[in-house]
């Protein structure tokens, strides 16, 4: 596969976004314009002046990387390149908290490209905040475990659905253990003209403190157990797309991670 994500970045070892990129980028191909928000990818991968962008790519800060692309799409418009890809990738801070506003508003006015969230859970690039996306339970530097709390008293946000109850043509969830659903549903969205949203749960051995080498493990249980639902709603009508082989077993998921 061609790389459009330059090896040399700068991301810790085992980082689960940064497999989700790779992947990411395959599927939009060459012909794809990049917005990012700050968050755990843009940091590390493009210190000026390198770059491991391999595509026109522009930074945006944590709120605004869904405003900047629908002024790519009306700019790109106005060339007469409205064949390009336009992709808008944010973590989940930039993504679910953060960046919100200007994602509704952008999926509001249907503006014309994908959006794709790479859900580590938490604001690791900033030292492991507690993000809207932190699931239940969970420690984070903002929601500690000790005698008086024990993590995150309150449920992880379902951004999937909120951006399908703004009328997107195309909504998926996805897992960095299941590429080729992945790239499918990415593809899938790309036949539409609209505004599609994918969010992809991403592990982060920093935040979630599991060995580096079982990110793709922990995406793999994330989906078997159900804790991390593999769906789509595409034009409104929704299907999961791969049933959970050992739904409801969540001890196996979450007794390695440290943050639980
Ligand atoms: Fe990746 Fe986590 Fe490191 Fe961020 S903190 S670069 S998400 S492994
Ligand atoms: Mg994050």
Redesign the pocket.
């Known amino acids: 596969m061609k790389e459009l994500y330059a090896p040399g970045h700068?991301?810790?070892?085992?980082?689960?976004?940064?497999v989700a990129v790779r992947h990411i980028l395959d599927a939009f191909g060459e012909n794809t314009v990049i917005t990012n928000s700050t968050?755990?990818?843009e940091v590390?991968s493009s210190p000026y002046p390198q770059t491991s962008w391999k595509l026109p790519y522009l930074h945006a800060t944590f709120e605004n990387a869904a405003s900047i692309a629908c002024g790519v799409v009306e700019a790109l418009k106005q060339q007469g390149k409205e064949k390009v890809n336009v992709l808008s990738l944010g973590?989940d801070g930039g993504t679910v908290d953060i960046g919100f506003g200007a994602l509704s508003g952008a999926f509001e006015r249907r503006h014309n490209f994908t959006y794709v969230c790479?859900d580590?859970e938490s604001y690791?690039?900033t030292g492991?905040q507690c993000s809207g996306s932190t699931p239940f339970g969970a420690w984070s530097s903002t929601s500690p475990v000790g005698k008086k709390k024990q993590g995150k008293d309150r449920w992880k946000k379902n951004t999937a659905f909120i951006m399908a109850m703004h009328g997107a043509e195309y909504v998926a969830t996805a897992s960095i253990s299941n590429p080729e659903d992945l790239k499918r549903k990415i593809k899938k969205g790309l036949e539409y003209e609209g505004s599609k949203y994918i969010h992809v749960i991403?592990p982060?051995?920093?935040?979630w403190k599991f060995d580096?080498q079982k990110t793709i493990e922990y995406s793999r249980l994330a989906v078997d157990s159900g804790m991390w639902a593999l769906f789509e709603i595409d034009q409104g009508e929704f299907k999961i797309t791969e049933k959970p082989k050992d739904l409801g077993n969540v001890e196996n998921y979450i007794t390695g991670q440290g943050r639980f």
């Not at 700068?10 to 940064?18: F, H, I, K, L, S």
């Not at 982060?204 to 935040?207: R, V």
Request: overall charge positive.
């Open positions: 700068r991301t810790c070892a085992g980082c689960g976004p940064a968050g755990c990818i590390t973590g790479y580590n690791a690039n492991v991403t982060c051995p920093i935040g580096s």
